[in-house]
């Protein structure tokens, strides 16, 4: 959900010091033909593309990551073994020539970036993966190749990364390379929606607003809403399954005596978001098992896997798209609930996932071209007797979706140093039991499928 790159991208080429030790693409070539990699490579002819080529990286949006005097800088790894400045689109050749920029950014006086030290790869540093390069294919090269960059960054960085490094190092072996990086997730710092100001075509889709509250717009809550425990449970699962965006729909009834939304029942959808064939008919499928329940289309919900649970302004339109059309020509009133959840987000508390319900208030009349309002929704969540079947079939179908896709999450990694990602998704979906604690037990056979997932 990262902006989209300009379509000329600016090449950035300054690496201060250090760009002298990056090569251009045919010295490379010309050194690996001429030497193999029975002959050492110096330090200078160990670059991006190498560990590319050999697999010790990959190529991935917002995988890399420069954390300096208290900023964070995240960038896309590209095919050809350069990097995107995801905010930005500029392009550098090097991880030297892009540390130098970031942190010139914020200290003028920076000389040189220490681009190998400083930039991580999955929340690793990338002068380890020279390292692990040097180990497999020289195991008799000079260490020092690698390690003479690493001189000073952790003291400019505060004596908070040296202990984190610290503590790591004293984590069990290998975990490095089975956990999921909790610090590289591509930022999206919210905006206030007081700060938007009228639509502009040129601001990124994907920013993220915060919530307001209904109060703070002199209005009510309109509507009161009801959630059952088993649309959490399914929507936080279906969430959990893949580090892709996943969407749902929302069925229920709404009564006009009371004012009352109530959800009853989560619909995944099982597809791709671009494959608009497929939604099609997936959502024509949804729609036959709303009327054969008795039930209405009452909202839909959406994740974000690694960012925070708040709506981009993408999300506010879209919202607003299906408040219209749930109100329908009538003008009768109906409202249609959004929600919003963040099951990998680093800053969630604990391992439960974050889940904001939330509701679009039109813009005042003068005011037709501003966005809409997003507004936090006040809900109650009640909790169910049982795991119902349906539940538990469609848990099921999700796992068979997701079975060898290329983005299904990996149950058997590391949430954190002391937390698979299975016992994150065991303790997220806890928060939503039911009150026979017998489900325990059911979902036992679900959990011992997602390890064969990969």
Wanted: aromatic share 8%.
């Amino acid at each position: 959900m990262g902006s989209e790159p300009p379509s000329s991208p600016q090449v950035v080429e300054d690496g201060g010091e250090e760009d002298e030790e990056e090569m251009s693409g045919g010295e490379e070539a010309d050194l690996r033909s001429s030497s193999g990699r029975g002959s050492l490579l110096t330090r200078r002819g160990i670059t991006l593309r190498v560990l590319l080529k050999d697999g010790l990286v990959e190529p991935g949006d917002g995988v890399l990551a420069i954390h300096y005097l208290g900023k964070n800088f995240v960038g896309d790894l590209l095919n050809d073994g350069k990097i995107r400045w995801v905010e930005t689109g500029q392009i550098f050749n090097s991880p030297s020539a892009w540390a130098t920029h970031c942190k010139r950014l914020v200290n003028p006086a920076k000389k040189s970036g220490c681009g190998w030290a400083s930039v991580r790869y999955r929340g690793q540093k990338l002068v380890q993966y020279k390292t692990t390069w040097l180990h497999k294919y020289q195991p008799s090269a000079d260490m020092s190749l690698v390690s003479e960059e690493d001189d000073d960054e952790d003291e400019e960085e505060g004596k908070t990364a040296v202990q984190a490094d610290e503590k790591n190092k004293n984590t069990k072996p290998g975990l490095h390379d089975v956990m999921v990086s909790r610090r590289t997730d591509r930022e999206r710092i919210p905006v206030r929606y007081c700060t938007l100001g009228t639509r502009d075509a040129a601001r990124d889709p994907h920013t993220l607003v915060e919530l307001s509250a209904f109060s703070a717009i002199n209005r009510f809550q309109p509507f009161n809403v009801a959630v059952s425990s088993n649309v959490l449970l399914l929507m936080d699962f279906h969430c959990h399954l893949t580090t892709s965006e996943v969407v749902g729909y929302l069925g229920g009834r709404w009564d006009t005596n009371t004012q009352l939304l109530t959800v009853l029942r989560a619909f995944p959808c099982r597809t791709r978001l671009a494959d608009r064939d497929a939604a099609s008919a997936v959502e024509e499928e949804i729609c036959q098992n709303l009327f054969m329940r008795g039930l209405s289309l009452v909202g839909w919900y959406h994740s974000h896997p690694r960012g925070p649970a708040l709506p981009s302004l993408q999300d506010i339109d879209s919202q607003m798209d299906h408040q219209l059309r749930l109100q329908g020509s009538n003008n009768g009133f109906q409202p249609c609930l959004g929600i919003i959840c963040g099951p990998y987000y680093h800053g969630n508390q604990g391992v439960a996932s974050t889940i904001t319900p939330f509701w679009v208030v039109p813009p005042p009349e003068q005011r037709s071209n501003d966005y809409g309002i997003p507004v936090a929704v006040e809900v109650t969540y009640v909790q169910d007797n049982f795991l119902t079947s349906d539940v538990l079939n469609e848990m099921m179908l999700l796992v068979d979706y997701y079975r060898a896709a290329p983005d299904v999450v990996q149950f058997s990694q590391y949430w954190c140093p002391d937390t698979t990602m299975m016992d994150k998704i065991k303790g997220s979906l806890s928060c939503h039991a039911p009150k026979d604690q017998a489900y325990s037990q059911i979902l036992e056979h679900v959990y011992s499928q997602l390890i064969n997932l990969q």
